[in-house]
Nanobody
Framework: QVQLVESGGGLVQPGGSLRLSCAAS????????MGWYRQAPGKERELVASITTGGIKNYAGSLQGRFTISRDNAKNTVSLQMNSLKPEDTAVYYC??????????WGQGTQVTVSS
């Protein structure tokens, strides 16, 4: 079974930084696209960032360059560096993997809370 496990969430003050990691139980090359999504209470799940096997990155426009997605194929991990965090960034963040054969895999989620 394919498993994606997130880590690195927690409580941080506005303006602070966090680095989220997603560990895959199989080769990262299995996925055509790896991404991070987030969902706040009462709101729809939204894409934060994604990266393809070819290295093409996509970010939500509202992030304004504050977040950076990266991958380490040797370690089968995908990371999300989050800087200049704002209270509106508070949400559960989910790791997602999409295969070239239209299958989706999700992690269990990790809570990120930005508050003073």
């Amino acid at each position: 079974q394919v498993q994606l496990v997130e880590s690195g969430g927690g409580l941080v003050q506005p303006g602070g930084s966090l680095r989220l990691s997603c560990a895959a139980s199989i080769s990262l090359l299995t996925f055509s696209t790896m991404g991070w999504y987030r969902q706040a209470p009462g709101k729809e799940r939204e894409l934060v960032a994604s990266i393809t096997t070819g290295g093409i990155k996509n970010y939500a426009g509202s992030l304004q360059g504050r977040f950076t997605i990266s991958r380490d194929n040797a370690k089968n991990t995908v990371s999300l560096q989050m800087n200049s965090l704002k209270p509106e960034d508070t949400a559960v963040y989910y790791c997602n993997g999409k295969t070239a054969y239209f299958r989706n895999y999700w992690g269990q989620g990790t809570q990120v809370t930005v508050s003073s």
